[in-house]
T-cell receptor, first 112, second 114 residues
Framework: SQQGEEDPQALSIQEGENATMNCSYKTSINNLQWYRQNSGRGLVHLILIRSNEREKHSGRLRVTLDTSKKSSSLLITASRAADTASYFCATKQRAGSYQLTFGKGTKLSVIP | DAGVIQSPRHEVTEMGQEVTLRCKPISGHNSLFWYRQTMMRGLELLIYFNNNVPIDDSGMPEDRFSAKMPNASFSTLKIQPSEPRDSAVYFC????????????FGSGTRLTVV
């Protein structure tokens, strides 16, 4: 069953612009992760944010987590054509859990 | 490390045939997962192994699906007999055991059953 729901389903921006993708989930979590999937490839882990963290950065990526609203956002700054991919959020519900539940993803297109 | 290695990359088979997908996880990763990805259902967890032991196979759709992990460096997912609705991309992923690790995915096997 889908725990995370990404929004929007698709996003098209110009190179150099920022891209923001959102994820909402239904039950309490231990951590939330973001993955990227290029067309025809496997998923690549981008960043993990724990439930007691509010913000995390990695290069041009910024992830925020609001556990009171059960939502997270992924911001990609100064986007590049190479950022074109689908982005998925995934949640792990409790400590010791192995189950990582994925949303259906946001398809990002960065136009050169 | 070469990452998670899956084979074959593509498989086209006729309905009723047996299909075997293979996975080599990252050395030292104790957890192994098989996922299936379709447009309609997204990513679905099929089975989870920890230290080579199947822990949760509740996502395996039917008895036609089976998975094994004979050792820490090899796992197989078998479909027998295959049906057109099994057409999907099948991913293997591995991770260290523990809550705060991301998964490393293989490149997937695109299965088409005609």
């Amino acid at each position: 069953s889908q725990q995370g729901e990404e929004d929007p389903q698709a996003l098209s921006i110009q190179e150099g612009e920022n891209a923001t993708m959102n994820c909402s989930y239904k039950t309490s979590i231990n951590n939330l992760q973001w993955y990227r999937q290029n067309s025809g490839r496997g998923l690549v882990h981008l960043i993990l944010i724990r439930s007691n963290e509010r913000e995390k950065h990695s290069g041009r990526l910024r992830v925020t987590l609001d556990t009171s609203k059960k939502s997270s956002s992924l911001l990609i700054t100064a986007s590049r054509a190479a950022d074109t991919a689908s982005y998925f959020c995934a949640t792990k519900q409790r400590a010791g859990s192995y189950q990582l539940t994925f949303g259906k993803g946001t398809k990002l297109s960065v136009i050169p | 490390d070469a990452g998670v290695i899956q084979s074959p990359r593509h498989e086209v088979t006729e309905m009723g045939q047996e299909v075997t997908l293979r996975c080599k996880p990252i050395s030292g990763h104790n957890s192994l997962f098989w996922y299936r990805q379709t447009m309609m259902r997204g990513l679905e967890l099929l089975i989870y192994f920890n230290n080579n032991v199947p822990i949760d196979d509740s996502g395996m759709p039917e008895d036609r699906f089976s998975a094994k992990m004979p050792n820490a460096s090899f796992s197989t997912l078998k479909i027998q007999p295959s049906e057109p609705r099994d057409s999907a991309v099948y991913f293997c992923a591995s991770s260290p055991t523990g809550t705060n690790y991301g998964y490393t995915f293989g490149s997937g096997t695109r299965l088409t059953v005609v």
